[in-house]
């Protein structure tokens, strides 16, 4: 068997991830030491995902139980790291759009239509990207079996988190063009 070979995907993560890239991942995500590392350098490089960690940590009190959230986090982490691995590197770098982005979604998990956003956000992420909520699936039972579904709400928000920067993003380039 080939071993699959991970390719830049530059619409990610609006599209889904591709066969061959699920199956490189699945095996990356195996090697804890390999995502440990990989998420300390995106951690460390990336603005977004900094500001993300601080909303994920804000969720917490979102969660009844402790095994919950961790497994939120998890999910968070994961989409992280294959965000970073199949984009060469995110599009979004200007800082404006990104407190946009955290913002909302710290509004979001402080605010009164908590469920809704959580259950539109989970919904939308098993329609649209139903490998990369494989991939997620795959990794969490690994290290968590029977906690899929709070790993898959993470990724959900993580990825819910990307889009609106890009659109933040998108939404500033337009404006700077109309000027």
């Not at 619409?11 to 990356?28: K, S």
């Amino acid at each position: 068997m080939e071993t699959p070979i991970l390719k830049h995907q530059y619409d990610f993560p609006e599209v889904d991830l591709t066969e061959e890239n699920a199956a490189f991942l699945e095996n990356f995500l195996q090697n804890y030491s390999l995502v440990e590392a990989s998420h300390l350098d995106t951690k460390q490089s990336h603005l977004l995902y900094n500001m993300a960690h601080i909303a994920a940590k804000q969720s917490q009190g979102v969660f009844n139980n402790d095994n919950y959230h961790a497994e939120f986090a998890h999910g968070f982490t994961t989409y992280e790291i294959i965000t970073s691995l199949v984009t060469p590197r995110p599009a979004y770098t200007k800082a404006p759009s990104v407190i946009a982005a955290s913002r909302n979604l710290a509004d979001a998990l402080d605010g009164q239509n908590l469920r809704e956003f959580l259950t539109d956000t989970y919904d939308e992420f098993n329609t649209q990207q139903p490998t990369t909520v494989e991939v997620v699936t795959h990794a969490t039972d690994r290290y968590r079996h029977g906690l899929a579904r709070h790993a898959i709400l993470g990724a959900a928000v993580k990825r819910q988190l990307e889009l609106d920067t890009r659109e933040y993003e998108n939404n500033l380039i337009e404006r700077c063009l109309v000027l």
